[in-house]
């Protein structure tokens, strides 16, 4: 029996009749200054036992508050909230030693052991030293981390950590499982290996997960789906009930000789399109519901228009309730260069970027093995690869801020190893972690920005309002940078590294713990800053982000295993069990195949 009763089958997995967690009309304010923030508002849900449920919603939703919540870390302001039976705000001790919660940033020790780190957690959770060696034992097993005990914490990659953390959380075993965005920040290998030790969890278990997430493809994959706005509840069901009702509203485009970028804004600025996507050598389409589907009424004056209705899914469901929501102004993003025109370059021969078997050695180990590739004025390259493949570095001797150990590297027509801080000055570089200062306002990092770029006064003038007006910050101008959610972040980070109109824009992992909603306006925006002549390398571990890219390179241990456009990459998974593999399926069988050659040659 669970401790609310529910009874177990014989496979251990709870009564899923049952809420292990119940939310009832919950609201919770917070004061920031003079501001009142409300960001739960009269909310009831509720989470069955013994599946996984997916609390999904743009960024500042309200998913964190609810996770906080639920573990009795905050107390709502109304309403009640029960978690195995047990009223939270009455005892929310008694919860805490009920449940397990991983929070968007866990705590490792990075200076302790893995070991180290387990024993460190079971002393907190009060797990009886008898008990520790078999569950030890079985979450290493479980987490593939048995023979890194002795390893550091902070030595470990981005997904290691992850799970480390995870481990952390089960030492003692939890009956309830919450997980604020576990898999934010690391790559599809990762995030397939947690999915696993999740979902085995519930199997044998009989755990009861409540896991909040960015990645869609992850929702799809939840019992049952919660979907949050503004602190509201606009739906709750299986992940059909949201794709179902988009049966016949979903397309894939087409023209001949139009590129996909150039497609999807022309239809992404059409009325009767709810969302236009690219995907594949397409464009993904959802019609409003009242719109036909009519390939003359969606682009007049095309007359070659290829248009194929698809199988609806989660994300085209999620995406049309949200937009439900916005007002109709802010579903359209118009995104305008502020003058600049396309580069003269574009058509030289010389690259953007061009590398020739370059290294970068830190001791005895290469983090890079003599790399070569080209990027060409215009284009939109990704740089992809699992944690620890070396893109990160290899993104750092690009932007001139570490030097190779070998090798030749020339980025806007400059070597870098003579030319660096000439060449520094015609790139723009947006870091995976929020880089400005968040003791500045919006305006005052906008001006600070430009002021090191070297901009005259009236340049900062023309570019400062130039960027309030295109990502929408006049709202926030004055605003700390640091009390803005992550949306608004990465919009003025985007406008910061554009301050100085760069050839070169060099973006690492740009849209990490940003909502779905937040990603289709930023690579928006991309898209329009390449139509105007700039070169952009990006990485990114959203593998449908990668569909918005001319061409990707794949590394793994410091080299690249393929180089091509994202259709070229797909097809060496390509077979006759897999007619339609996505960029994921591509990227896994490539280090699959890596790794069976290493194997191979040990």
């Known amino acids: ?124 959770q009060g797990v009886p030293h008898e008990q520790r060696p078999p569950r030890y034992e079985q979450l290493l097993h479980m987490t593939g981390l048995r023979p890194f005990t002795s390893r550091l914490a902070g030595r470990l990659s981005g997904g290691m950590k992850q799970k480390l953390g995870l481990a952390c959380t089960l030492v003692r075993s939890p009956e309830v499982l919450l997980l604020d965005e576990p898999t934010v920040g690391v790559d599809p290998v990762s995030r397939r290996e947690l999915w696993t030790i999740v979902r085995n969890l519930v199997e044998a278990e009989g755990m009861s997960v409540l896991l909040s997430t960015a990645y869609l493809d992850e929702a799809e994959q939840c019992g049952e789906v919660v979907l949050i706005y503004e602190g509201q509840i606009l739906g709750s069901g299986t992940p059909s009930d949201y794709s179902s009702a988009m049966t016949g509203r979903t397309y894939h485009i087409s023209v001949p000789g139009v590129s996909k970028r150039g497609l999807q804004r022309l239809l992404a ?49 999620f995406i049309a309730l949200l937009r439900d929501r916005l007002d109709a102004t802010s579903q359209k993003i118009t995104f305008d260069q502020g003058g600049r025109s396309p580069l003269m370059r574009q058509d030289s021969a010389e690259p953007a970027i061009k590398v020739e078997n370059l290294q970068r050695r830190f001791g005895d180990f290469y983090a890079v093995k003599g790399i070569t590739f080209e990027v060409a004025y215009g284009e939109v390259f990704g740089l992809l690869g699992a944690n620890g493949a070396g893109k990160s570095t290899t993104f750092r001797m690009l932007c001139g801020l570490l030097p190779p150990s070998d090798g030749k590297l020339r980025v806007a027509g400059m070597d870098l190893r003579h030319s660096a801080a000439a060449a520094r000055a015609r790139i723009g570089y947006m870091s995976q972690k929020f880089s400005l200062y968040g003791i500045l306002s919006v305006l005052e990092n906008m001006q600070f920005y430009s002021s090191v770029y070297g901009l005259t006064r009236r340049q900062k003038q023309q570019r400062i309002q130039w960027a309030l007006e295109q990502f929408d910050l006049d709202p926030v101008a004055s605003a700390m940078s640091a ?25 690492d992992e740009p849209t990490s713990g940003v909502d779905p909603l937040a990603r289709r306006e930023f690579w928006h925006r991309i898209g329009a800053v390449a139509q105007a002549g700039v070169t952009v390398l990006v990485t990114t571990h959203f593998m449908e982000e990668a569909e918005y890219c001319d061409r990707l390179a794949i590394m793994a241990d410091g080299d690249i295993l393929a180089v091509g456009t994202p259709e070229q990459i797909k097809d060496r998974a390509r077979s006759d069990a897999q007619h339609e593999p996505t960029i994921e399926d591509a990227f896994i069988h490539l280090l699959e195949e890596h790794q069976r050659k290493k194997e191979d040659a040990a």
């Open 1 to 124: 029996m669970t401790p609310d009763g529910a009874a177990l089958d014989p496979k251990g997995v709870a009564d899923p009749t049952v809420h292990v967690i119940e939310f009832n009309d919950v609201s919770k304010t917070f004061q920031s200054g003079k501001r009142r923030v409300d960001a739960l508002r009269g909310v009831s849900f509720g989470v069955r036992s013994g599946i996984i449920t997916g609390l999904i919603g743009p960024d500042g939703a309200g998913k964190t508050t609810i996770m906080r919540l639920s573990a009795g870390l905050l107390l709502p302001n109304s309403g009640w909230i029960t978690v195995l039976g047990i009223d939270v705000g009455k005892d929310p001790t008694a919860v805490q030693a009920s449940l397990g919660y991983m929070p968007q940033h866990f705590g490792l020790y990075e200076d302790l052991t893995v070991r180290e780190n387990l024993n460190l957690f079971a002393d907190l």
């Open 269 to 317: 600025s059409n009325s009767a399109i709810v969302d236009a996507v690219i995907q594949g050598e397409q464009v993904r389409v959802v019609l409003h519901p009242d719109a036909h589907p009519d390939a003359k009424e969606l682009l007049p004056g095309e007359s070659d228009v290829i248009m194929t209705e698809v199988k609806p899914r989660f994300e085209d469901g």
């Open 483 to 507: 009390d803005l959610s992550l949306g608004y972040k990465q919009r003025l980070a985007l406008a910061c590294a554009l301050m100085h109109q760069p050839d070169i824009l060099f973006l």
